[in-house]
């Protein structure tokens, strides 16, 4: 069984840019902000490349912009590190704080766009 097939939900691969915003241990925004290249996108997680070395274990307030330029706020938790070369750092993170409108967005986007 390969990775994708056990994933629960399937991934979109999203030309998108993202903002995140780092939570410290108390919940208080540190108001660093990073811009990322979104890789993919599901129900459940992102994966992300940029030039920034964040930690794992650390979280994010995101702000996704979505195909309808609409903005889906989110918590997420990065759980992926690894380093690649010309682009810093991919990352994967698994989204923790979601409004269920806005996970029927990603999800109502995959059933238009399944193969």
Do not use: P
């Amino acid at each position: 069984m390969t990775m994708e097939e056990k994933r629960k939900h399937k991934r979109l691969d999203l030309e998108v840019d993202i903002q995140l915003e780092r939570l410290d241990e108390e919940g208080i925004t540190t108001l660093k902000y990073v811009h990322v290249d979104v890789t993919d996108l599901s129900h459940s997680g992102i994966g992300f490349s940029c030039g920034t070395k964040m930690e794992v274990g650390s979280y994010y307030d995101t702000k996704i912009q979505i195909w309808t330029k609409e903005v889906i706020d989110a918590v997420i938790e990065i759980v992926r590190r690894e380093d690649e070369s010309e682009l810093g750092y991919h990352y994967g993170g698994v989204f923790i704080g979601m409004t269920d409108t806005d996970a029927l967005k990603i999800d109502i986007y995959q059933l238009f766009n399944a193969e």
